[in-house]
């Protein structure tokens, strides 16, 4: 889950992610965990296909200055909240604060119980998911070393496992 639709990639194109530059890692990663049938997304009509995930925002239209304000998120949650409970996720994937904010707000938690830190991992009784936290995919993350593709590929690997094996024991604590 990312932030809100970037203005070349989803407002653009109608699909998360799609022709945006946050989108390289994150499909190029999903394709590697086997989670998308090709490695970029460049237009909605490029024959992605998912498998096992769904990628969406927090906030449904483009923000100014690309930054979701918190009135908005506030005015999107309901529809973050109704997708968590259709689509009933084992594992949500926080791409930075403001997803992870989103997430808690629809699930009804407490925001200071859940702290986001890179590679933090949240059990989420109300919706009964894994909350699996990480920088945003963004190219400011990237190119400043803040997110590198191992970083990010390691809170990948987690997801996975998790998903492997879900009844394993919660941890809410930052991995070693």
């Known amino acids: 889950m990312g ?28 394709h590697k965990f086997g989670f998308a049938n090709q490695g970029g997304s460049d237009r909605a009509d490029d024959g992605l296909k998912l498998t096992g995930c769904r990628v969406t925002n927090a906030v449904k239209c483009l923000p100014p200055q690309n930054r979701p304000l918190p009135e908005e998120i506030r005015r999107c949650n309901h529809y973050l909240a109704e997708e968590i409970a ?62 590198t593709v191992s970083s990010f590929e390691s809170v990948m690997r987690a997801i996975v496992h998790f998903l ?10 930052l991995p070693a």
């Open 86 to 147: 259709v689509v009933r996720p084992h594992a949500i994937l926080a791409l930075g604060t403001v997803a992870h904010r989103a997430v808690l707000m629809a699930s009804g938690l407490p925001q200071s119980r859940y702290r986001f830190a890179h590679h933090a991992v949240h059990d989420l009784v109300p919706c009964r998911a894994r909350l699996f936290d990480s920088y945003h995919c963004s190219r400011y993350n990237t190119q400043t070393k803040r997110l």
């Open 3 to 30: 932030l809100a639709p970037g203005m070349h990639g989803a407002n653009r194109t109608g699909r998360p992610f799609t022709g945006d530059y946050a989108g390289i890692l994150l499909y190029r990663t999903l």
């Open 164 to 173: 492997r094996s879900p009844d394993e024991s919660p941890k809410h604590s």
